[in-house]
């Protein structure tokens, strides 16, 4: 006999009734849709899906064999060496390459930093400074040495001779986070250029067993063409490493060709061009999002975007003009990137206008001015006009303001985040385009619409009047434009 509850299958039907109504909500309401989100917020999304995780141990060789593809997170340790300036300036120094070590995916156990006239020749660092770091990573279980500098090959084989551990320099961990950021077709080329160039100074021998080319059964062995010493494996990776940046240059060359189509179709237009420059995380990506609508990806990190983004906008009068995103700089910016991404640095020097994004809460905003700077110099940008957009005011000291706007009086206020200053840089930005440089009065037929849309787009109009003949108009506009006025002149 069972003791089961009676079943009844109207009962049961009636509970379901409400499952259809307009109040039933499924577990999938809050996720946003697809079709809703904007690039940049998919590629921070993507960007998320993979994360390398602390304390993951496997005895498997092979890591890409672990379930989910975790990378397993390297524990470093900080070295720097403080020759000129300020304690602030070498703790912000410090405080800035653990930024770009977690940014790598790191995870920063301790850091020191010494006072010299001049690093080590041998070893970057003293011989005493040498055995206390290896001590401090024999006691901390740190499996990486990152030094505040770019070490020549003999000072990281000397380091790791006595620390026992990897060790790279600040140049490797720039250029690992460009390879982990990089994701338009020439952006990866331009990282893997610049780092095969890093490399090429950098690679190391394995010995004489791979010094002799031997075959055969002539002379115990060594066949024709094969007695004495052949190629060194040394040799022959520096070979492979040259036939790659040839290719790599070629590929470069080629896409260099259509960005500069573009850029003279432009030019060919009058369409004047604006680059926003600056710091990495100044908020550069932020400030062309509220600028433009753009949607390219935001996050808080170093070096989060690479890829430059370029947006057609219009002035309040009409006016036509594009405004680009270019990659962030930083204190000693590897000489290997600037050479890598010159074609896309071009982009800055060849503009009209430059907006030059400052942190304003960052501890040294004087110091990333003067480091942006340089590289302006550097990439032939130093006769653009500049406007100093002073960023990220709802989180910055007014009195770093105050002094900031004293030292920079070209300059603007803003908050990329939330949105005040905007107007007021837009002001700014449209009085600093490039005016056109021939006056006009015409009467134009009403059956020359294109004309007048032109106008619009790529003039300036100052007055226009519509009459029985007509539409009168006076302004200013490019001598392409003002030559096909000359035949409706008055």
């Not at 259509?258 to 369409?271: G, L, V, Y």
Request: glycine share 8%; with cysteine; net charge negative.
């Amino acid at each position: 006999m069972s003791n089961a509850p009676d079943f009844n299958l109207d009962d049961e039907l009636e509970e379901t009734e409400d499952w259809e109504s307009d109040d039933f909500e499924s577990g999938y309401a809050d996720e946003p849709d697809p079709e809703d989100l904007t690039t940049g917020e998919m590629d921070l999304a993507e960007r998320h899906q993979l994360r390398r995780v602390a304390s993951l141990r496997t005895e498997l060789e092979d890591i890409t064999e672990v379930e989910y593809r975790q990378l397993r997170l390297e524990r470093v340790v900080l070295v720097g060496v403080w020759t000129e300036g300020t304690v602030e300036d070498a703790e912000n120094s410090m405080a800035e390459l653990a930024l770009l070590a977690e940014t790598a995916g790191s995870e920063v156990l301790d850091a020191i930093y010494q006072r010299r006239q001049s690093p080590d020749p041998a070893t970057y660092i003293g011989r005493g400074k040498v055995e206390g770091l290896a001590e401090i990573v024999k006691a901390s279980g740190a499996d990486t040495v990152i030094c505040d500098g770019e070490l020549a090959p003999s000072q990281l084989r000397n380091l790791e001779d006595r620390t026992k551990v990897k060790v790279v320099d600040r140049t490797a961990l720039i250029l690992d986070i460009f390879a982990q950021h990089a994701k338009s077709k020439e952006g990866q080329a331009q990282v893997e250029l610049a780092q095969l160039s890093y490399m090429k100074q950098r690679l190391r021998g394995w010995g004489g067993n791979l010094s002799r080319q031997v075959g055969g059964r002539v002379a115990g062995g060594a066949g024709i063409g094969g007695r004495g010493p052949g190629e060194t494996k040394i040799e022959t990776d520096r070979r492979r490493i040259n036939t790659k940046i040839a290719k790599l240059r070629r590929e470069l060359k080629e896409m260099k060709g259509t960005r500069d189509t573009k850029r003279q179709e432009r030019r060919r237009n009058h369409i004047p061009s604006v680059s926003i420059a600056g710091y990495t995380n100044a908020g550069k990506s932020s400030l062309l999002n509220r600028l433009t609508d753009a949607g390219v990806l935001v996050e808080d990190a170093l070096f989060a975007t690479l890829d430059p983004t370029t947006r057609r906008t219009t002035t309040a009068d009409g006016r036509v003009y594009t405004m680009s995103d270019t990659v962030g700089f930083v204190r000693h910016l590897p000489h290997q990137l600037v050479e890598a991404f010159r074609s896309t640095l071009e982009e800055v020097a060849d503009s009209d206008l430059i907006l030059h994004v400052v942190d304003g809460s960052h501890p040294d905003p004087e110091g990333q001015i003067a480091a942006v700077r340089e590289v302006f110099s550097e990439i032939g940008a130093v006769d653009v006009p500049e406007l100093v957009i002073i960023n990220k005011a709802d989180a910055a000291d007014p009195m770093v303001i105050a002094r900031l706007r004293q030292r920079e009086p070209h300059s603007v206020v803003v908050s990329a985040k939330t949105g005040d200053g905007i107007a007021e840089a837009l002001r700014v930005i449209e009085g600093e385009l490039p005016r056109p440089g021939v006056e006009f009065k015409a009467l134009v037929p009403y059956e020359r619409g294109d004309l007048i849309n032109r106008l619009h787009q790529h003039g300036e109009i100052e007055l226009m009047e519509h009459t029985g003949e007509g539409t009168v108009v006076i302004g200013r506009a490019n001598e392409d434009l003002a030559g096909e006025l000359e035949a409706y002149a008055v």
